[in-house]
């Protein structure tokens, strides 16, 4: 059974730092690159990070480039998102989702596997 548990949500003012974790288990984890969403309520799901447990590979969406941080723990089948100089605008769920791509994309649709979400909360 497939599953991507994330945690390391909660609620920080802006400023602060959190680190989301990703934990996966049922697939082979290298073939597969690990994605970070996010979606408010009533808004589309948006892609703010991923990288490819093969090679490393990372991509970030422009709106955290220089603030968040993706790293990946092949031997614990983990991947991390260390987001720093948090905003109001983080404010939201976020998910973790697997996806067979051999080209890092952000994109929601090129993921087959997706965790529960993780609640973050900034306050200004």
């Known amino acids: 059974e497939v599953q991507l548990v994330e945690s390391g949500g909660g609620l920080v003012q802006a400023g602060g730092s959190l680190r989301l974790s990703c934990a996966a288990s049922?697939?082979?984890?290298?073939?597969?690159?690990i994605g970070w969403f996010r979606q408010a309520p009533g808004k589309e799901r948006e892609g703010v990070s991923c990288?490819?447990?093969?090679?490393?590979?990372?991509y970030y969406a422009d709106s955290v480039k220089g603030r968040f941080t993706i790293s990946s723990d092949n031997a614990k089948n983990t991947v991390y998102l260390q987001m720093n100089s948090l905003k109001p605008e983080d404010t939201t769920v976020y998910y973790c989702?697997?996806?067979?791509?051999?080209?890092?994309?952000?994109?929601?649709?090129?993921?087959?596997?997706w965790g529960q979400g993780t609640q973050v909360t900034v306050s200004s």
């Open positions: 049922g697939f082979t984890f290298d073939d597969y690159t």
């Open positions: 989702a697997a996806g067979p791509i051999s080209i890092p994309t952000i994109w929601p649709g090129a993921y087959d596997y």
């Open positions: 990288i490819s447990s093969s090679d490393g590979s990372t």
